[in-house]
């Protein structure tokens, strides 16, 4: 009778921790992709709305020289190559408003080269 008492307890917690285990598997969202233009002196869009804690890969498509996209405040930087794409991946942890720059010099008008993310509940 022992037996049949941890067996059936044990099973029971077995099959409940599976149950949490897909479960959570099954609620993951996956990552909003937006594409992003970067040129001399521009991203495009230069504002994107994103919600908290739902993970972000911004596609960043440089069609000239090298850029960057740097967000101090998330502590997230990306460096794309002349012609190439690069992916910054993140789940924004806080909401407001939050200014990216261009982190690598490409010409003239590279300090006014910004990109706003906001960030809502």
Do not use: W
């Not at 960043?60 to 990306?78: I, K, P, T, W, Y």
């Amino acid at each position: 009778m022992k037996r049949r008492l941890i067996y059936f307890v044990s099973s029971t917690l077995l099959l409940s921790a599976c149950a949490v285990f897909v479960s959570r598997i099954g609620s993951q969202v996956p990552p909003r992709r937006i594409e992003v233009a970067v040129s001399r002196f521009a991203y495009s869009p230069a504002e994107i709305t994103v919600k908290k804690n739902q993970p972000v890969v911004l596609v960043l498509n440089s069609s000239d020289v090298a850029h960057g996209l740097r967000f101090r405040e998330l502590g997230q930087e990306v460096k794309i190559p002349a012609n190439g794409t690069a992916e910054m991946h993140f789940t924004p942890d806080k909401t407001g408003d939050f200014v990216g720059h261009c982190s690598v010099f490409c010409g003239s008008g590279h300090g006014s080269m910004t990109l706003t993310l906001h960030v809502v509940e």
